[in-house]
């Protein structure tokens, strides 16, 4: 069985922060590269951040200097630190896993969690 389960999404106020989780029953999870996408209505999913199997790590340019992707491979959990939230980062943030290398193309990852609110008001 291959599950993720998002976590820690919310409500907030512009320039505040969250942070997200993602559980994965992937085994063994430290061989999976990870990632976090967003999707808005009407929008193709979107690649923010993705993780090595070791630690290198990949931004999309809107989120570089707010948003900090890491694992835990002891715990399998993903982690997304959003810091300074703006309104455009609005969205259902999604987390995946997948074998094809560091990459922020959905079409990259085979597993996906179902996703968690991000609302953030101005």
């Known amino acids: 069985l291959v599950q993720l389960v998002e976590s820690g999404g919310g409500s907030v106020q512009a320039g505040g922060s969250l942070r997200l989780s993602c559980t994965a029953s992937l085994y063994p999870y430290s061989s999976y590269w990870m990632g976090w996408f967003r999707q808005v209505p009407g929008k193709e999913r979107e690649g923010v951040a993705c993780?090595?199997?070791?630690?290198?790590?990949r931004y999309a340019d809107a989120v570089k200097g707010r948003f900090t992707i890491s694992r835990d491979n002891a715990k399998k959990t993903l982690y997304l630190q959003i810091d300074n939230l703006k309104p455009e980062d609005t969205a259902i943030y999604y987390c995946?896993?997948?074998?094809?290398?560091?990459?922020?193309?959905?079409?990259?990852?085979?597993?996906w969690g179902q996703g968690t609110q991000v609302t953030v008001s101005s």
């Open positions: 993780i090595g199997t070791i630690s290198a790590t």
């Open positions: 995946a896993a997948g074998s094809r290398g560091l990459s922020l193309k959905q079409n990259d990852y085979s597993y």
